[in-house]
């Protein structure tokens, strides 16, 4: 397995930023032309139902903290989503916790 799929087999999974405590999901990698890899932590809901800030960090500070993913993994290697043609529109609808 490639360092750039174990970076992205992180999506999907509750995560912890090591740094700051900051907990939510994994929902996006970014490899940019500096090097960095870092992935997008979407935090959820707050008390009163609204969306939370999303954060990008660097994958280096981020601990998997569940066992499984909440929703599965996109297939990038083959198929409409490695092709491009499925985009979040067609994607199932999960439940953050």
């Known amino acids: 397995m490639s360092h750039v799929e174990q970076h992205?087999?992180?999506?999907?999974f509750k995560v912890s930023d090591l740094i700051t405590g900051v907990k939510g999901i994994a929902t996006s990698v970014s490899f940019?032309?500096?090097?960095?890899?870092?992935?997008?932590?979407?935090?959820?809901?707050?008390s009163k139902g609204e969306i939370q800030e999303q954060?990008?960090?660097?994958?280096?500070?981020?601990?998997?903290?569940s066992?499984?993913?909440v929703i599965d993994q996109p297939n990038f290697t083959q198929g409409k989503q490695a092709e491009g043609k499925q985009g979040a529109a067609e994607k199932p609808c999960c439940t953050m916790v």
């Not at 992205?8 to 999907?12: A, V």
């Not at 940019?32 to 707050?46: A, F, P």
């Not at 954060?55 to 903290?65: A, E, G, P, T, Y």
Request: proline share 0%; glycine share 8%.
């Open 67 to 69: 066992k499984t993913a």
């Open 8 to 12: 992205l087999n992180i999506l999907g």
């Open 32 to 46: 940019d032309l500096y090097g960095c890899v870092q992935v997008l932590v979407n935090r959820g809901l707050d």
């Open 55 to 65: 954060r990008w960090f660097d994958i280096s500070r981020l601990k998997v903290i």
